[in-house]
């Protein structure tokens, strides 16, 4: 990881000091450090800095060979030759201008005796290896093989050539990955932080201000964010503040699409990202190019599973992907968010690798993707891909594994989140996006995120206008999400109309669903009787299909809370009746319901400590999943169940306001709070 060391910064190189003294330090010890990263990383202006400086306090030289350069005939060992050469020529020279004499008279001293680098004709092989590992221990050179991606079996060949001739040189590459070699040592060259914690800028912004000038630092990071700290990116961008604003350049990085910067640069492939990742485009296997192209759909991190499910066709075999997903790995194209083998600590799950692909080779796959007509079959695959993550999460739900369906939607949130947003292609295309809005109804109405839920499920609406029973059941989440959100008008409105689709699909488990929703609207009129009748009808219904709304139990839940003051034993019947009728025991929104309905009851029957207990409980299960349902209300009956146990005051009813009416009596109804995205 880079950071910020207390030493002055190398010329021309900002934030690199760690990995500076880590390069530095191996030079001592390591016959092969090879400097791995992504394209445009600064892997060659590092290695670079590093050798001027170590060759500087050694007194010795580089011997460069840049592989994307165009090599002479004789291929490396040649060109690497006429390097020690050129270099013999100018410590000649500097010998000379350093004698020259400072008066007349003085003698001129005489060409310095011949070095062992031959020149002119290329000779034999095996010669060739020999002089060259002699020049460089008698001159302290060291070899920097600088971009060795187009000739990475080459350069590996030399190398091992040229510590078998003399283990005591020292060489440096750089590559976007690793030459494989015995006692090769590497060193990762990752993109730069832009922020170093709250409120610190990072390496990455202090970069873009350096040619950016004095503006607003929320810009700088915001610029920096978008372009992922990669410093060939970020100084491309600023070369654009030549013909826009900073304001206009933030603007433009944040939006969705490609970014087509050039400018000058000391390297053709480096003019542009486009040309920087055609680069190594060329490089790839026409399965790995395929490969690539595919995974640009995705825009978060992934397993393997889902890049098989949008990479595999007749022409990428589903087997193929995976070994396709570590070439380009190595090839520092795609980058590993989280290695494999890990558990979650919650739910002891054995978690897959996780990838992702940076934004510039996403970019530029894209394009590629695009250009061969194969846009809109990766985009579909990817929309069905995730349907089946949303219905698997929905399965976890309603099982014994509530913690593992929580888990799979943060882990996919990026990849849903598009699913959802980006514009369906057709009628079946927007099917499949409201199919995956309905899925996750546990996810908006038990997690907390309705808000969301509904913008999602309103827009959805209207591109699938087909009465499908998919879009029955839509209906009324975005009907049961809006009486949550006590927006009661809209709410009645949508239950009407999936009424009206579940009578027509005979749907007797839309009916009950319904009914549900309506006990919620009731219980925020203050209808209590209202609010029973409808738990009542949707709690005796026998659910045919368990896996999907809050079905049966957790309408006698809700039903044993709406009845805990006025009527506490028919609310511990309903309570009961919860538990028993339950589909698993890790079932924690359901558990934490029946134990908050437990706690009013318990509290009604002047057990103010057993209800203490059961609220403690409540509140535990409750933030398992994140739920803000009934927190709220917990907490204030916390508060007074504390003051009766502390103080023996019995409870003042006409005081309290109801659960779901939090702020007081005088206070208008507001509705059940909806949880925010707090990041990507």
């Known amino acids: 990881m880079t950071a910020r060391a207390d030493r002055p910064p190398l010329p021309g190189v900002v934030g690199r000091a760690v990995e500076h003294e880590l390069v530095s330090g191996l030079l001592g010890s390591a016959p092969l450090v090879t400097l791995t990263g992504a394209a445009g990383v600064g892997k060659s202006v590092l290695a670079r800095a590093v050798l001027e400086e170590h060759t500087a306090r050694h007194d010795g030289t580089v011997l460069r060979v840049g592989c994307w350069d165009g090599l002479p005939e004789g291929g490396l060992t040649a060109a690497l030759l006429r390097a020690a050469d050129s270099a013999r020529r100018d410590t000649t020279a500097a010998l000379v201008r350093r004698a020259a004499p400072s008066r007349v008279g003085e003698p001129v001293p005489g060409p310095a005796e011949p070095t062992e680098a031959p020149t002119g004709r290329a000779p034999a092989d095996d010669t060739a290896i020999a002089a060259l590992a002699a020049h460089c221990r008698r001159s302290r050179a060291t070899v920097l093989l600088d971009d060795c991606d187009p000739l990475r079996d080459e350069c590996a060949q030399l190398v091992h050539r040229l510590l078998r001739a003399d283990p005591t040189l020292r060489i440096v590459a750089t590559a976007r990955g690793a030459l494989g070699l015995p006692g090769e040592r590497t060193v990762a060259i990752a993109a730069l932080p832009v922020t170093l914690g709250e409120g610190i800028a990072g390496p990455a912004v202090e970069l873009l201000a350096a040619r950016a000038g004095a503006a607003t630092p929320e810009l700088l ?15 491309l961008a600023a070369q654009q503040l030549d013909r826009m604003s900073l304001p206009q350049l933030a603007a433009q990085v944040g939006s969705d699409g490609p970014l087509f910067y050039s400018g000058p640069a000391a390297t053709v492939r480096h003019t542009s990202l486009y040309a920087a990742q055609a680069a190594g485009y060329a490089l790839c296997s026409p399965l790995d190019r395929r490969v690539w192209a595919r995974l640009s759909v995705l825009p978060g991190d992934f397993d393997p599973w889902l890049a098989g499910c949008v990479c595999s066709s007749c022409d990428v075999p589903a087997a193929a992907v995976e070994g396709a997903l570590e070439r380009l790995l190595a090839a520092s194209v795609v980058e590993r968010v989280r290695d494999a083998g890990g558990r979650q600590e919650d739910t002891g799950t054995v978690l897959p690798p996780r990838y992702r692909l940076p934004r510039a080779a996403r970019d530029f796959g894209r394009t590629q993707l ?35 369906a929580v888990r799979l939607v943060e882990d996919e949130q990026a990849n849903l989140d598009a699913a959802l947003t980006r514009p369906p292609q057709d009628a079946e295309d927007a099917l499949g996006a409201l199919e995956i809005a309905v899925s996750l109804w546990f996810h908006w109405a038990a997690c907390g995120f309705r808000r969301e839920g509904r913008a999602h499920l309103d827009r959805l609406l209207l591109l699938s206008r087909d009465d499908t029973a998919l879009r029955a059941r839509a209906l009324w989440l975005a009907g049961y999400l809006a009486a949550q959100e006590h927006a009661l008008g809209a709410a009645e409105a949508l239950l009407d109309e999936a009424w009206s689709a579940a009578v027509m699909h005979a749907d007797s488990d839309g009916l009950a ?10 219980l925020y009129r203050g209808n209590t009787a209202a609010a029973v009748a409808c738990l009542e009808e949707a709690a005796r219904h026998r659910s045919r299909d368990p896996w999907f709304g809050p079905g049966p139990a957790h309408s006698w839940a809700l039903l044993a809370v709406a009845l805990s003051s006025p009527e506490p034993e028919r609310a511990r019947d309903a309570a009961r009746r919860a538990w028993e009728s339950r589909h698993s025991d890790g079932d924690f929104w359901l558990y934490s319901t029946v134990l908050y309905a437990c706690a009013a009851t318990e509290r009604a029957h002047g057990e103010p400590a057993a209800a203490l207990r059961a609220c403690h409980a ?43 009416r939090p702020g007081g009596p005088d206070v208008p109804p507001q509705p059940f709070s909806s949880r925010l995205r707090t990041g990507p």
């Open 221 to 235: 990071v915001a610029v920096c964010q978008a372009l992922e700290g990669s410093p060939l990116a970020i100084a």
């Open 513 to 522: 669903r319904i009914a549900h929703a309506h006990g919620v609207l009731a």
């Open 618 to 660: 409540a509140l535990a299960a409750k933030k398992l999943i994140g739920d803000p349902l009934f927190i709220a209300g917990a907490h204030d009956l916390l508060t007074g169940l504390r003051r009766e146990v502390r103080g023996g005051e019995p409870p003042d009813h006409d005081e309290e306001a109801p659960w779901w």
């Open 370 to 404: 695009r250009e061969a007509g194969e846009e809109a079959a990766a985009l579909r695959r990817f929309r069905q891909a995730c349907a089946a993550l949303a219905a698997e999460a929905q399965i976890a739900w309603q099982g014994p594994h509530q913690q593992v």
